[in-house]
Every structure is written in structure tokens, then in C-alpha cells.
């Protein structure tokens, strides 16, 4: 089975206003009840992902991203850095949320991926 892509998410410095401007626009229903105030996107209906929205730390840029779920996260990091890709932050464990990593494709593109 291919890959699937499983999470969106949208950073800014305003994490708040970024929450309440796709909450309205969009009508979706955000839960920012976590310690990292980190705004999990409930999934729309039929075919939709889930998503989050949230404010970057200092210093970093604006992004937008997905995350595409791989059942071995350090192997899939590999393959891409044979491929041409970089690693730009290894696999990570975020406890009782989610293990991550995010890569750079060879064109600087930031893509995330979660171990499903």
C-alpha cells in the first residue's frame, strides 16, 4: 500500500488568530486543549485528514506542511537521503501525541512524516 498522507499543518506567528481565521472561514471545529496550545483540526467528513494549527517558535518562519505515515520512520529517512533528500529534524517523540520526523526533497521542499 502506498503511503498515505495523514496530517496537514499550518504555522504563523499568530497561532491564535491563524486558529480563528481557518475555524471561521472554513468551519472547522479546532482543539487547542493540549499543553503546547497546539490547535488539533477535527476531521471534516468522508476523505478529509486531520490537521493542526499552531504558532512557531521564535525565530522560525511561516509554514505549511503535510505529513505522509510510514510504519519505520528512520528507514524512510534513509531511503530519502540516498535519494538526494536531507533529514532537517530526525525522529521525534512528542509522548502520548506523536513520533514525527521532517525532511528536505531535493528541490528544499519541507515535508513531515509520521509513524503510523
Known amino acids: ?20 481565521f481557518y475555524g471561521t472561514i472554513f468551519d472547522w471545529k479546532i482543539n487547542s486543549d493540549n499543553p503546547m496550545n497546539y490547535g488539533l483540526v477535527e476531521s471534516a467528513g468522508e476523505g478529509s485528514i486531520a490537521g493542526g494549527i499552531g504558532q512557531v517558535e521564535e525565530g ?12 519505520d520512520i528512520k528507514a524512510t529517512l534513509a531511503e530519502i537521503e540516498k535519494a538526494g533528500g536531507k533529514t532537517v529534524v530526525p525522529e521525534t517523540k512528542i509522548p502520548n501525541m506523536v513520533t514525527f520526523a521532517m525532511f528536505a526533497d531535493p528541490e528544499g521542499n519541507i515535508v513531515g512524516l509520521v509513524k503510523q
Do not use: C, R, W
Not at 502506498?2 to 491563524?18: C, M, Q, S, T, Y
Open 1 to 20: 500500500m502506498a503511503a498515505p498522507v495523514v496530517h496537514f499543518e499550518i504555522l504563523g506567528k499568530n497561532g491564535d488568530g491563524l486558529k480563528k
Open 60 to 71: 522560525q518562519p511561516n509554514s505549511a506542511s503535510f505529513y505522509i505515515g510510514v510504519a
